[in-house]
């Protein structure tokens, strides 16, 4: 079957860096996406990784390992507005998404 | 302003009633799809459309009907609600024209649905 695992929450500290994983297992694979979802509002598209390695976009980074079925988003010096759910999908050999269930990740002052 | 535009923005709805979401984009986007999303679980799409013409079903279809008349519009019909589809809807959209990056998916703001 197809599944997406990751964290249900996450607490970090304003300033610190936080590393969510998620790990997949879908029918084929075309890319990994992470998404950020404040309460209340729509997912917005953060990542795309379909080769192994290390994305950088800014404070956020996205790892991806195909042989490990394994990711990660990195998010670097904290924000208070970095209080949201971030969302791991992998893309199936039908071009659909499969969704994990999202990690809440709560930054403290 | 270009992007997807939902509505209604919440509503309330006695079960057996007909319900049609509406979805708009204005970005010439091939591909538009339809997702619920529940506490402690991940979006679970309903219908989808690779292109104007063709619709599919999605892991949970049923008490769910979509058409694709033209290419930017994508409506979610409940033909008689029951409480069980009480849920916060999320319309998307991708370019799926194929080729790197065109299948990111562009989210909708969401319809809040409560069914008594």
């Known amino acids: 079957g197809q599944n997406i695992d990751q964290p249900t929450e996450m607490t970090a500290t304003e300033g610190a860096i936080v590393q969510i994983n998620c790990t997949y297992q879908t029918s084929g694979f075309n890319g990994l996406f992470w998404y950020q979802q404040h309460a209340g509002e729509a997912p917005t598209f953060l990542s795309y990784n379909v080769l192994d390695g290390l994305e950088e976009k800014g404070r956020f980074s996205s790892f991806l390992s195909r042989s490990k079925g394994y990711s990660y988003l990195l998010l670097k010096e904290l924000q208070m507005k970095d209080s949201a759910s971030y969302l791991c999908a992998s893309m199936d050999s039908n071009y659909q998404l499969i969704w994990g269930a999202g990690t809440k990740l709560i930054i403290k002052p | ?116």
């Open chain 2, 1 to 116: 302003i270009a992007g997807i535009t939902q509505a209604p923005t919440s509503q309330i709805l006695a079960a057996g009633r007909r319900m049609t979401l509406r979805c708009t984009q204005d970005m010439r986007h091939n591909a538009m799809y339809w997702y619920r999303q529940d506490l402690g679980l991940g979006l679970r799409l309903i219908h989808y459309s690779n292109t104007a013409g063709t619709t599919g079903k999605g892991e949970v279809p049923d008490g769910y009907s979509v058409s694709r008349a033209n290419t930017d519009d994508f409506p979610l019909t409940l033909a008689s609600a029951v409480p069980s589809q009480t849920s916060v809807y999320f319309c998307a959209s991708s370019d799926g024209a194929g080729g790197p990056g065109t299948d990111t998916q562009y989210f909708g703001p969401g319809t809040r649905l409560t069914v008594l």
